[in-house]
């Protein structure tokens, strides 16, 4: 065990991390109620943690209203409960174990050169990787400086336990962005590591990040947890749910007329654990709940 998991925390939880920059909607409680099932069921604890970084687009009030409503459905958790925005410490510090230079591109510079045939669309292509230090005297007085973690194109493959085997490029991403925040992927890697979280259940749009995530780990000494990620719930016009699909957070929904009871029994019954109009606990769902079942994708009507 490593030095800085032995200064964290014990090993063996599950978790879940909202961003709080808006309401909650089907999706999200529907991967929640999936987190809480399968880290019950393999006797873990069961954390939460608000991903408060983004000052910008996160409200103190809005991650009080996740908690409602994820307490609402009858989740429970256990503590602590981490805030992002108060563990700038603790990613100062995984920052300075890892290779890192300064990047001054912007998203533009980034985005053309990355038209070059030979690079994988989203990744770095390594622009500032080699500056001397008086050209980045010159680029530091022209604008602030991201960092970006020297990965030299490595590749990495992880074990999603529903999709099984996915292999990702590992490109030089940021680890700081140029306005001083720290960003997701190093956040999220060093708060797992912390909280001995050893399983990731979440949202199928964060599939792609995983390979770096778990690369991220093994630089940082830190085991890498294993990874489930639940299809996302879309409107039936196959897009995202979001909005535009009408009743989708807890609010509209209690005001049209369906209380927080009815909405766990339509998550149930979209996990094939209920059938439609019966009433349900989380408890029955937890002796129902097989978590080797890939969870099926869901299209809400609107
Ligand atoms: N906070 C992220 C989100 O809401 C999830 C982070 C994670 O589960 O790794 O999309």
């Known amino acids: 065990m490593s030095a800085s998991i032995s200064r964290c925390g014990a090993m063996g939880a599950g978790r879940y991390a909202p961003s709080p920059s808006s309401a909650l909607h089907l999706g999200n409680l529907r991967t929640a109620v999936v987190a809480w099932l399968v880290a019950r069921t393999t006797d873990r604890r069961f954390l939460l943690r ?6 910008d687009r996160s ?5 009080h209203q996740q908690i409602a409503d994820l307490t609402d459905l009858g989740l429970d958790f256990d503590p602590p409960l981490v805030w992002q925005s108060e563990r700038d410490d603790a990613y100062s510090d995984a920052l300075g ?3 890192t230079y300064e990047c001054f591109c912007s998203r533009r510079e980034i985005a053309d050169a ?3 045939p030979h690079l994988p669309v989203d990744a770095y292509p390594g622009t500032c990787a080699e500056l001397t230090e008086p050209e980045r005297v010159v680029r530091r007085a022209e604008r602030p ?3 970006r973690v020297r990965a030299a194109g490595d590749t990495m493959t992880v074990t999603d336990r529903w999709t099984g085997e996915v292999t990702g490029n590992v490109d030089d991403f940021v680890v700081r962005r140029n306005d001083g925040t720290f960003a997701y992927n190093l956040a999220v890697v060093v708060d797992d590591a912390c909280a001995g979280v050893d399983q990731v259940i979440r949202g199928a749009d964060l599939l792609g990040s995983a390979p770096r995530q778990a ?5 940082l000494s830190h085991p890498i947890p294993s990874y489930g990620h639940v299809p996302l719930v879309t409107g039936v016009d196959g897009r995202r749910l979001a909005k535009r699909d009408g009743a989708v957070t807890l609010a509209d929904l209690a005001s049209a007329g369906e209380d927080t009871a009815a909405v766990l029994g339509r998550i149930a019954v979209s996990l094939d654990l209920a059938t439609p109009g019966e009433p349900v606990t989380l ?4 002796a129902r709940f097989d978590p080797s079942v890939a969870p099926r994708p ?3 009507e609107g």
């Open 145 to 147: 400086a991201a960092l």
């Open 114 to 116: 990355v038209r070059a």
């Open 59 to 63: 409200r103190t009030e809005v991650a």
């Open 97 to 99: 174990q890892l290779d």
């Open 215 to 219: 690369w991220l780990a093994e630089q």
């Open 298 to 300: 869901w299209v809400v």
């Open 50 to 55: 608000i991903d408060d970084l983004d000052r």
């Open 283 to 286: 408890d029955h769902l937890r």
